[in-house]
């Protein structure tokens, strides 16, 4: 079985992640939950909150051939009105409803997104998707998104005509940017298995979210994020 990496991770939540594959639950952040909006200089004078990035501005800096080595291939965007996903048996995800509750993107207007195929794995694809918003919208949006993709022990994917039984798995996250969350998320149908990770990591009014091959994911999340905060958060 070949569960597309982005029609899976933009099913559930961060469907701001993208499922492309839900993601629910309960999820706990692996770190703590911290939302500096306005810090505070040592002369108790307040400075503005990083203003919100463009779609234009975080499109050049996702993740390029180049950043990732021999092996990886730019897959080309799916479009998003030929998917018709819903999710059954999680009462949370159902509620979130829409475009996170589905997984087709999430409900963030600022957004940029790319995927990969590997060749030197089997099956093995990668995705990366930007968020851009006001540091609290995002910490809420995509916390309360990840808290109800593992909510459920399992629940069903639809895709078309097809059932897919996900098992959602809260992990540890790299301690990384402001907060994180990560799941490992069980594919089964037709009696085969399909493991994809999704790790989301917030710095500022940034989300980065690389979904696909565990390996993958771990391979390539700190160079991600790297590259996605490494500009002055403004523009």
Not at 107 to 117: H, I, L, M, N
Not at 154 to 173: D, E, F, K, L, R
Request: net charge negative; charged share 15%; glycine share 8%.
């Amino acid at each position: 079985m070949h569960l597309h990496t982005t029609a899976v991770l933009s099913l559930s939540a961060l469907a701001v992640l993208a499922l492309a594959g839900c993601s629910h639950g309960s999820a706990v952040s692996s770190g703590p939950m911290s939302s500096p909006i306005v810090p505070v200089h040592p002369d108790d004078e307040s400075v503005p909150a990083p203003a919100p990035l463009s779609s234009a501005a975080l499109a050049k800096r996702l993740l390029e051939e180049s950043d990732l080595g021999q092996g990886y291939a730019r897959m080309p965007q799916r479009s998003a009105q030929h998917e018709n996903v819903s999710v059954i048996g999680c009462p949370a995800l159902e509620k979130i409803g829409g475009d996170a509750g589905t997984g087709v993107s999430l409900v963030f207007p600022r957004k940029a997104k790319v995927s990969f195929t590997y060749a030197g794995g089997n099956n093995s694809e990668l995705t990366e998707e930007l968020y851009s918003d006001t540091a609290a919208k995002l910490s809420k949006d995509i916390g309360e998104i990840f808290d109800a993709m593992v909510s459920c022990p399992t629940y069903q994917v639809v895709s078309g005509n097809t059932p897919i039984t996900v098992t959602p798995q809260n992990v540890p996250a790299p301690r990384l940017g402001d907060e994180r969350w990560s799941l490992l998320l069980t594919f089964t149908a037709d009696g085969r298995s399909s493991l994809i990770k999704q790790t989301a990591v917030r710095t500022g009014p940034v989300v980065v979210v690389i979904s696909g091959s565990p390996s993958l994911v771990d391979a390539h999340l700190h160079e991600a994020v790297a590259k996605a905060t490494a500009v002055r958060l403004t523009g």
